[in-house]
């Protein structure tokens, strides 16, 4: 609350004139016209991100899943449903930007077909098939002049091993990992705990509220993005 | 808003000693720690008709699935996230009510097996088993010494042919219907329209603000339970 209310310019202008695209948020994937497939993600973090990106000097997009947050002011902000929403909202930005921060829990699979009427439940059992959805952070990672490109991992067990695989396997210059099966943190929580790996380097941000951390994550990127370019 | 703020002797109060269990909302079905099934539910309709039947005289226990509402005032209010949570509450409460009106939009089946830990997606296809839930409404409508029973239904297509078939299956006394393909009304509007069927009888009731209609919702079902009691 402090933070957010602070005035720009008592925080050192680390991204000033960077262009940041952020996700945030779940993705919906549709069953039929009344059920979907979700996730338990608030969009407390991306939001958080877009919020701090633009009062360290960025110009921020932000593509967002359902949530029920209010709009971070001087936002571009885009609303999506599905992942392959997510994705072309992504793309239609991704040639313009500095850093892309995919903080949204992007579902990993949609429905193979998405009934038109609603499912009638006339059987005892019911099979759904899924077939996986496109992977937005490693499509915009393999694209010709690529963004300094962040992920999220969250896990339920063997964090950072997961983690340092899905940073080399999707080409990513960072990846925030955290463990989803502490409830204190992560996934609706207002606080936040993070290890942060990179390519030989990492850094643990201790338990904070999502506002602070969201500052100190950017400004850890910010070096890192500096370094690399 | 005019309803809420007036106060209740200006409303006859013709469920006045009447105890009400009200359920509301959509359920929450877990695929895995972080992964679930659910319906775009808001809970707007089951929350307006808690607030109205107190407004109305009765005594009211409003059983929630997840939604972003603000607990009706005077009400008792259970918070549940599945189907098999909102059962048990219903059950605990449905041998001391007068009536039970089933708004809640349940979730019709859960994952045949929860996964512990979050699914990888290693695979290119996954198949989800589902099984029926137990069906909240029918259960209570069997009991003995039952209470005078609720239902609605949300259907896409064939809407009375659909609800009047729900209505003498479970044993209902009255079942309100409506289209939910309309997106004007429904799911997450504030906005309703809805047709009531019981037994050799029926009642529209035009678009109008949930408030309102619940408000004379109620006082159809008041007249309909005094009659049959």
Known sequence: QIIESLPAFFLPQV???KKLLITAGPTQEPIDPVRYISNHSSGKMGYALASAAQQLGAKVTLVS???QLEKP?????IAVKSAEQMLDACQQHAQQIDIFIACAAVADYKLT??????????QHQLSLQLTKNPDILAT???QINKPFCV??????????HYAKDKMQRKNLDMIVANDVSNQAIGFNSDQNAV????????QN??????????IELLQLIAKRHAQTN
């Open 65 to 67: 899943g359902p949530t």
């Open 151 to 160: 992920g999220f991992a969250a896990e339920t067990q063997d964090v950072e």
């Open 140 to 142: 915009i990672a393999q």
């Open 113 to 122: 077909e998405v009934a038109e009427q609603k499912i009638k439940k006339t």
């Open 195 to 202: 290890a942060v790996y990179w390519q030989n380097g990492q």
């Open 15 to 17: 991204l000033q004139g």
């Open 205 to 214: 941000f201790p338990i904070t509220d999502k506002q602070s951390l969201a």
């Open 73 to 77: 002011i001087n936002c571009e902000h």
